[in-house]
């Protein structure tokens, strides 16, 4: 029984590992368990490996970002050849050290060429992009000083034997896109660091002469955290950067982008160096609720509700387009994250219903409000998510529910009372309001 309980304990462990959101401490699976053997296509590479190394390495594989393996291979000069470009660490006393290297091949045999190396612990991502409009790709490596709290943005140009770094620089988010329209890449780097209380964004260029820094401004520091940057453009086309960050129990987004030669940062007050324009109560993200090309960003009213367990704040979710001085709404939504999708208020409702949130059953219930009286009125329509299973069962009853669309083993109905019908005219407003979340 005692080799039953050990395994219980084990089992235990690794599922806490597994359930937690986020964790005091990184664990490295890779140093937990034996990396995968380069086997396939990758077995050449793996021997020219060894035959440089011998066996005093260890395969890393990037936490995050697009590519996922050990060696990741490109053609980053556009000749028609790949290159590959492998990671992995080393370890000199009580150093970790992580290594780029980077290997050619010649009539199907591979070799390698060169190698760079920081000191580090693991490594987040590994990304090609362009910086000069040369025509070849520069390589990207996001490294894990202090897993996910500290890292630090290694840029790398390779050519013939020689793989040189061209910036070593503290980073929390990066992306790599034309923000000055100047028909060549540039470097967005966002560093926020909460021990020093700074968020600052920052956008490089590379020169011949190494990568300069082009402009930066400040953003909310007044933050837990930031999320990934998302490129692209103000309403009125100009290329922006759309930063969500959470901020107390809610959200805010931040919008930047290249004005004069500068980048800035229109939503931040310059008095209070925070950003409230754009602050929500719950961390929805900026997206492009419409479809019109263009990140919309949510902000949100109070929206009436009917109590049925607790009295929770109901809202409206309002998407804005911002063109670099003014936040315009676009549409007013009903989103419900908990079932996965959202409704399109009319305008003509906007203000003139209530709620009623059952998360237990699934069921959201609309009725008629008056605003000036403050006072609910007779129900119009109602969505509920029902179980696929349950709602093809011959002994359903479903009360009256048509179905809308179905997704992930559920069936997502809705109901128009007489009052909504006659009155209102919704079933078809209803069909065309409704919207599964992506």
């Given at each position: 029984m005692?080799?039953?309980?050990?395994?219980?304990?084990?089992?235990?462990v690794?599922?806490?590992?597994?359930?937690?959101?986020?964790?005091?401490?990184t664990?490295?699976?890779?140093?937990?368990?034996?990396?995968?053997?380069?086997?396939?296509?990758?077995?050449?590479?793996?021997?020219?490996?060894?035959?440089?190394?011998?066996?005093?390495?260890?395969?890393k594989?990037?936490?995050?970002?697009?590519?996922?393996s050990?060696?990741?291979?490109?053609d980053?000069?556009?000749?028609?050849?790949?290159?590959?470009?492998?990671?992995?660490?080393?370890a000199?006393?009580?150093?970790?050290?992580?290594n780029?290297?980077?290997?050619?091949?010649?009539s199907?045999?591979?070799?390698?060429?060169?190698?760079a190396?920081?000191?580090?612990?693991?490594?987040?991502m590994?990304d090609?992009?362009?910086?000069?409009?040369?025509?070849?790709?520069?390589?990207?490596?996001?490294?894990?000083?202090?897993g996910?709290t500290?890292?630090?943005?290694?840029v790398?140009?390779?050519?013939?034997?020689?793989?040189s770094?061209?910036?070593?620089q503290r980073?929390?988010?990066?992306?790599?896109?034309?923000?000055?329209?100047?028909?060549?890449n540039?470097?967005?780097?966002?560093?926020?660091?909460?021990?020093?209380?700074?968020?600052?964004?920052a956008?490089?260029?590379?020169t011949e002469?190494?990568?300069?820094?082009?402009?930066?401004?400040?953003?909310?520091t007044?933050i837990?955290?930031?999320?990934?940057p998302?490129f692209?453009?103000?309403s009125n086309g100009?290329?922006?950067?759309?930063?969500?960050?959470?901020?107390?129990?809610?959200?805010?987004t931040?919008?930047?982008?290249?004005?004069?030669g500068?980048?800035?940062?229109?939503?931040?007050?310059?008095?209070?160096?925070?950003?409230?324009?754009?602050?929500?109560?719950?961390?929805?993200?900026?997206?492009?609720?419409?479809?019109?090309?263009i990140t919309?960003?949510?902000?949100?009213?109070?929206?009436?509700?009917?109590?049925?367990?607790?009295?929770?704040?109901?809202?409206?979710?309002?998407w804005y387009?911002?063109?670099?001085?003014?936040?315009t709404?676009?549409v007013?939504?009903?989103?419900?994250?908990n079932d996965g999708y959202y409704?399109?208020?009319?305008n003509?409702?906007?203000?003139?219903?209530?709620?009623?949130?059952?998360?237990?059953r699934k069921?959201?219930?609309?009725?008629?409000?008056?605003?000036?009286?403050e006072?609910?009125?007779?129900?119009i329509a109602?969505?509920?998510?029902?179980?696929?299973?349950?709602w093809?069962?011959?002994?359903?009853?479903?009360?009256?529910?048509?179905?809308l669309?179905?997704?992930?083993?559920?069936?997502?109905?809705?109901?128009?009372?007489?009052?909504?019908?006659?009155?209102?005219?919704?079933?078809?407003q209803?069909?065309?309001?409704?919207?599964?979340?992506?």
């Open positions: 005692k080799i039953f309980r050990i395994i219980g304990v084990v089992l235990a690794a599922m806490c590992f597994n359930l937690c959101g986020c964790s005091l401490f664990v490295d699976t890779n140093e937990l368990l034996s990396p995968p053997a380069l086997t396939g296509e990758l077995a050449p590479i793996a021997k020219a490996l060894g035959e440089r190394l011998g066996s005093a390495y260890t395969l594989y990037p936490s995050g970002g697009n590519y996922h050990a060696v990741v291979q490109n980053i000069n556009g000749d028609g050849v790949f290159e590959a470009f492998a990671l992995y660490s080393t000199d006393g009580d150093t970790t050290y992580m780029v290297e980077a290997l050619t091949q010649e199907g045999s591979w070799s390698c060429a060169a190698s190396q920081v000191v580090a612990g693991g490594v987040e590994i090609f992009c362009d910086l000069n409009a040369d025509g070849v790709l520069e390589l990207l490596v996001g490294f894990e000083i202090y996910a500290e890292k630090q943005l290694a790398y140009s390779f050519a013939g034997k020689a793989l770094q061209r910036m070593l980073y929390t988010h990066f992306l790599c896109e034309d923000l000055n329209s100047d028909e060549k540039e470097l967005f780097i966002i560093n926020f660091n909460p021990a020093e209380n700074t968020n600052i964004a956008l490089y260029g590379l002469q190494g990568i300069d820094e082009i402009s930066s401004c400040l953003l909310d007044n837990e955290a930031v999320n990934a998302v692209s453009t103000l100009t290329p922006a950067v759309y930063i969500d960050e959470v901020k107390g129990a809610g959200a805010i931040e919008v930047l982008y290249m004005e004069k500068k980048l800035v940062n229109p939503l931040l007050s310059v008095n209070t160096g925070q950003n409230i324009l754009t602050l929500r109560s719950a961390t929805i993200p900026a997206r492009d609720i419409n479809a019109d090309g919309e960003i949510p902000i949100q009213s109070v929206l009436p509700s009917v109590f049925y367990k607790n009295h929770e704040t109901l809202y409206y979710t309002d387009s911002f063109n670099g001085s003014v936040l709404k676009q007013c939504t009903i989103m419900n994250f409704l399109t208020v009319p003509k409702f906007v203000g003139n219903i209530s709620v009623l949130k059952d998360i237990d069921l959201r219930v609309i009725y008629k409000y008056d605003a000036e009286t006072t609910i009125g007779e129900e109602r969505l509920q998510v029902v179980e696929e299973r349950r093809d069962s011959k002994d359903y009853d479903k009360k009256g529910l048509s179905e669309a179905r997704s992930g083993g559920y069936v997502f109905a809705y109901k128009i009372s007489g009052e909504g019908e006659e009155k209102e005219n919704l079933t078809e209803f069909i065309e309001s409704f919207k599964l979340i992506d």
